[in-house]
């Protein structure tokens, strides 16, 4: 099982005081995440935790090809065949019963992702807002080097078991390259 790493950032002193805004890393980015990297799509429970990914390859993010600043490269394509969806699992553990306070997902992607906690889809990145089916590319292609923030709605919940689970699909069935790295922290 994966630790929880705890590192605490401080983002700025409030002018005339002292109180700082901390935020705590559940997921820190260049962690280890399982990989699925074959052209067919895994079963449809690869999200929840309770699905077995020990035969999934491993590796250290930014994952991808293409690009040359992977630390992990995965397959672009199996047998002629293009890859064009990859998935991501990453599982980490939360002591306490998350209430009221924001997560906040930093992802740097390319090209567009569905991102699930807990079985449950908590953000979609240039992807259709209707359902997908395993041939659906995406939309369009961020910066690749760029990561972007957002924060994760009230609804979102920690348990004390959680899995993240990310698809990544290209922009075209010619697209050269795919890069992927994710951080979650909580305010």
């Given at each position: 099982m994966k630790v929880l790493f705890k590192i605490t950032l401080l983002l700025g002193l409030c002018v005339g005081a002292t109180a700082v805004k901390a935020l705590e890393m559940l997921i820190p980015a260049n962690s280890m995440w399982a990989y699925y990297d074959l052209p067919q799509k895994p079963c449809e429970d690869w999200k929840s935790i309770e699905f077995d990914d020990s035969n999934?390859?491993?590796?250290r993010s930014q994952l991808g090809y293409g690009e040359g600043d992977e630390r992990?490269?995965?397959?672009?394509?199996?047998?002629?065949?293009?890859?064009?969806?990859?998935?991501?699992?990453?599982?980490?553990?939360?002591?306490?019963?998350?209430?009221?306070?924001?997560?906040?997902?930093?992802?740097l992607v390319d090209d567009g992702a569905r991102v699930f906690l807990n079985n449950q889809e908590?953000?979609?990145?240039?992807?259709?807002?209707?359902?997908?089916?395993?041939?659906?590319?995406?939309?369009?292609?961020?910066?690749?080097?760029?990561?972007?923030?957002?924060?994760?709605?009230?609804?979102?919940?920690?348990?004390?078991?959680?899995?993240?689970?990310v698809e990544v699909r290209q922009v075209s069935k010619t697209s050269s390259d795919l890069s992927f790295n994710l951080a979650l922290l909580i305010e």
């Open positions: 999934w390859p491993s590796g992990t490269v995965v397959a672009k394509e199996a047998q002629g065949q293009p890859i064009l969806v990859h998935y991501f699992r990453h599982k980490f553990s939360w002591e306490e019963i998350h209430t009221k306070q924001p997560l906040k997902l930093r992802l908590v953000h979609r990145q240039l992807l259709p807002a209707e359902s997908l089916d395993s041939a659906q590319l995406a939309t369009g292609s961020l910066i690749e080097h760029s990561w972007y923030e957002v924060e994760l709605g009230n609804d979102v919940r920690l348990k004390r078991e959680n899995i993240l689970a």
